[in-house]
C-alpha cells in the first residue's frame, strides 16, 4: 500500500469521476486507474464499482476512504511541523531597538534563543523608537521593542507592554541639588539638560512635563547614546532623565533622584505591524519574548 494509492482513492471518492480525480491529482487517468486497480488486488477487495456511469466507492471503499483521510490528515500536519521548524533553521529576524531599552535585556533573549536554534540569522537595529515603528509598518523589521506611547506612534502595530521601570533625574556629585532624594520637574527650570535627539521618547516625555508645570526645557547637549548622556552629567555640564536602569549601570559617577509631580514611567513594549503573517523564526521569537516578559 502506497501513499499515493490512498490519495488517489481519497480524491476518486470526492469527485467521483476517474477524469477529474486524475486532474486533480496531476497524473494520468490511466496511471491512476492503475495504481486503483494495484491497491484493490493488495487489499483483496473492490473498492471502486465501475458498472454504473457515475463511478461509485463500494462500502469496503468507503471504509478504507475513512482511514485515509485521517492517515493523510496526519502525515500533512506532521509534514507542516516539519517545514516550520526546517523554516525556523533556516529562519531570519529582523529586530528594532529602541536606544533606550532600559529592564529590557535584549542580549540575554537573544542569547537564549540562539541556544535554541543555532540556525536563525539575528539582526538587530538600533534607533527611534518612532522611526522604528515606521519600519515595523513597511515591512522592513519583523519585531520591535520599542517605547511606544502616543496613539500616533501605535497605529498599525500590536503592541503589548513587557517591562516598566521609573524615569530618574541623573546630576552629577557636585551638583547644587545632588543630596536631593527627590526632585520635581520644576525643579529643574533653570538646568541645562543632556537630552536624546528630537523625536526621542523620552525627551518628548520631559517636555511635555516641563510645558505643564510652565516653562519650557533648556536643551543644552543632544546625543543618542546613553553612555555620552551619563559622561556629559559626570562632567558636570548638565542633568539628564533617564530609565533607573541607565542611570544605575557602570559608568562615571553620577547621582540619581527619583522624579515627582509627576512621576515619569519609562515603558518597553513588544510591537509588530497588526495582521502581519510572521515566518515561523518571527513566531518562535515573539512567543519567547512574551513567555519571559510575561
Do not use: W
Not at 531570519?92 to 543555532?118: C, E, K, M, N, S
Not at 509598518?137 to 519583523?142: A, F, H, I, N, P
Not at 516625555?205 to 548622556?229: L, N, S
Amino acid at each position: 500500500m502506497e501513499l499515493r494509492q490512498l490519495r488517489y482513492l481519497v480524491a476518486l471518492a470526492d469527485e467521483r469521476h476517474f477524469t477529474r480525480a486524475a486532474v486533480r491529482m496531476r497524473v494520468a487517468q490511466p496511471a491512476l486507474s492503475q495504481q486503483l486497480r494495484k491497491l484493490e488486488q493488495e487489499l483483496g477487495v473492490p473498492l471502486v464499482d465501475r458498472t454504473t456511469r457515475r463511478v461509485r466507492v463500494t462500502d469496503a471503499g468507503e471504509l478504507v476512504v475513512a482511514h485515509a483521510r485521517r492517515v493523510l490528515a496526519e502525515l500533512d500536519d506532521a509534514t507542516a511541523e516539519l517545514e516550520r521548524l526546517r523554516g525556523i533553521v533556516a529562519g531570519r529576524v529582523t529586530i528594532g531597538l529602541t536606544q533606550t531599552p532600559g529592564p529590557l535585556d535584549l542580549v540575554r533573549l537573544l542569547a537564549d534563543f540562539h541556544v535554541r536554534f543555532p540556525g536563525v540569522e539575528l539582526a538587530v537595529r538600533e534607533g527611534l523608537s518612532v522611526a522604528l515603528a515606521d519600519q515595523l509598518r513597511d515591512g522592513t523589521l519583523d519585531i520591535g521593542f520599542l517605547t511606544i506611547v502616543d496613539a500616533a506612534d501605535r497605529r498599525g502595530l500590536d503592541v503589548q507592554e513587557l517591562a516598566e521601570e521609573p524615569l530618574v533625574a541623573v546630576l552629577s556629585d557636585r551638583h547644587r541639588l545632588a543630596a536631593r532624594a527627590r526632585l520635581s520637574i520644576a525643579d529643574l527650570r533653570d538646568e541645562d539638560l543632556v537630552a536624546f535627539t528630537e523625536g526621542a521618547t523620552i525627551r518628548s516625555a520631559v517636555q511635555r512635563a516641563a510645558r505643564a508645570a510652565g516653562f519650557e526645557p533648556r536643551i543644552a547637549f543632544e546625543t543618542r547614546e546613553v553612555a555620552r548622556v551619563r559622561a556629559i552629567v559626570a562632567a558636570g555640564l548638565g542633568v539628564a532623565v533617564l530609565p533607573r536602569s541607565d542611570a544605575e549601570a557602570p559608568g562615571p559617577p553620577v547621582r540619581i533622584a527619583a522624579l515627582h509631580r509627576p512621576a515619569l514611567a519609562h515603558r518597553i513594549s513588544l510591537c509588530c505591524r497588526r495582521g502581519r503573517r510572521h515566518g515561523p523564526a518571527a513566531r518562535a521569537l515573539l512567543e519567547q519574548a512574551r513567555a519571559v516578559y510575561a
